[in-house]
């Protein structure tokens, strides 16, 4: 624990003052969770002494994290850490603008977030917004984890892309849809979450895929899915199943490859689950462009041709799919729309403008190209 006080320095030439550093560098730490509830910190002696400052400047500092609710002084025993609270942290951020926005997204190699922060540079650029990314990878407990930190960096908002992190967002638990959130914050790919949102029509992108393999004549559609109907999976899932029902053909729980990830990986392991059926499907739906790409090279590995043996959609319309061979027929996500969307979006809350909309809903749209040929099953 000494050595992570050994990191605290102070900076006369700063523009704040030596006692607001201290505050700042040491609040930091408790929100990364370098210092947990109920750590002492140095006495007030101890660290003048060790960064060669006054009693009263870290005096000053402590004060500051006690008002702010980080840290209990009492006399005897010490200065204490508080077990850390994100929601009071953003309530009692300074009100000064510091052009700074939040952007926590599960991926940062997905192309379709890649497609999603650029939307979201291409308007933060405008007024010379920094940008403080942060990738979860689909872990929604390093999503309340970035919350912390960007709360502590005190923010001027935050955009959530395909995470439930919303509820945590505003000061009561249970009271995100008719309260204010702590900080401005709009959520993006999550249906169903609360406030300020952009979403895609994820049901529509399920079905439209489907729908298409049916018009080309396949009755035995095998789905590549995520392990878990998560809020921006389900309804991708329930387009699927509606257009099957519509077909009049019953769904059939084998055809459904559920994987543990949205990758390539995942996608080859759904498709070789897929073909070893007694009765493998004649055309697969991915539910990610990823997880087709890895589904042609599992079909690949095995001497199946696409699309004359199994036939192929995806969903994202990544840039990879117009370069795959064949290439990809997949459901386009206007990732690069959702994110200069939600930016501007998120631009109208920290001005305390009203929004026009509380949810965007953009459309899908299927482009056509040759992973899916005429089949008759």
């Keep these: 624990m ?3 006080f050994q990191q605290l320095s102070v900076n006369p030439q700063q523009g704040i003052t030596l006692a607001h550093q201290l505050k700042q560098q040491i609040t930091w730490l408790i929100a990364a969770g370098k210092l947990e509830a109920g750590t002492l910190l140095p006495s007030v002696r101890q660290l003048a002494h060790h960064l060669g400052i006054n009693l ?4 000053n500092a402590y004060q500051m994290l006690e008002a702010a609710g980080l840290v209990e002084t009492r006399q005897g025993r010490g200065t204490q850490v508080l077990p850390f609270d994100a929601r009071r942290m953003a309530q009692t951020a300074a009100a000064i603008r510091t052009h700074t926005v939040g952007v926590i997204m599960a991926s940062l190699t997905n192309p379709f977030y890649h497609a999603f922060f650029q939307g979201v540079s291409e308007v ?8 403080f990314v942060c990738s ?11 919350f912390t930190q960007l709360a502590a960096r005190q923010v001027d908002g935050i955009l959530v892309a395909s995470h439930g992190l919303v509820d945590l967002l505003y000061s009561e638990p249970g009271a995100s849809r008719d309260g204010q959130p702590i900080i401005p914050s709009v959520t993006v790919d999550w249906p169903g979450c609360a406030g300020p949102s952009v979403q895609i029509d994820l049901e529509g992108a399920g079905y439209q895929a489907t729908r298409h393999l049916l018009q080309h004549g396949h009755h035995r559609i095998g789905l590549i899915t995520y392990a878990s109907e998560v809020a921006n999976v389900k309804p991708v899932n329930d387009g699927y199943f509606r257009a099957l029902q519509e077909a009049g053909i019953a769904v059939d729980p084998s055809r459904i490859a559920r994987v543990g990830a949205f990758d ?7 498709a070789s689950r897929l073909i070893s059926l007694p009765q493998p499907p004649t055309a697969i739906f991915a539910i990610t462009d990823m997880m087709a790409v890895g589904a042609l090279q599992a079909l690949r590995s095995v001497g199946l041709r696409v699309p004359q ?13 117009a370069w795959l061979d064949p290439p990809l027929t997949t459901v386009a996500a206007p990732s690069f729309q959702m994110g200069k969307e939600a930016m501007r979006m998120l631009q109208d809350l920290i001005a305390g403008k009203p929004l026009i909309q509380q949810q965007v809903v953009l459309p899908t749209s299927l482009v056509i190209r040759h992973s ?3 089949h008759q099953s």
């Design 264 to 270: 390539a990986a995942s996608g080859a392991e759904g």
């Design 124 to 131: 933060a650029d405008e007024d010379q917004t920094l940008l």
């Design 56 to 59: 009263h400047t870290v005096r």
């Design 372 to 374: 899916c040929g005429e």
């Design 136 to 146: 979860t990878q689909d872990d929604p407990a390093e999503a309340w984890r970035y």
């Design 2 to 4: 000494q050595f992570i």
């Design 309 to 321: 043996d199994v036939a192929l959609v995806g969903f994202n319309d990544i840039p990879q799919a």
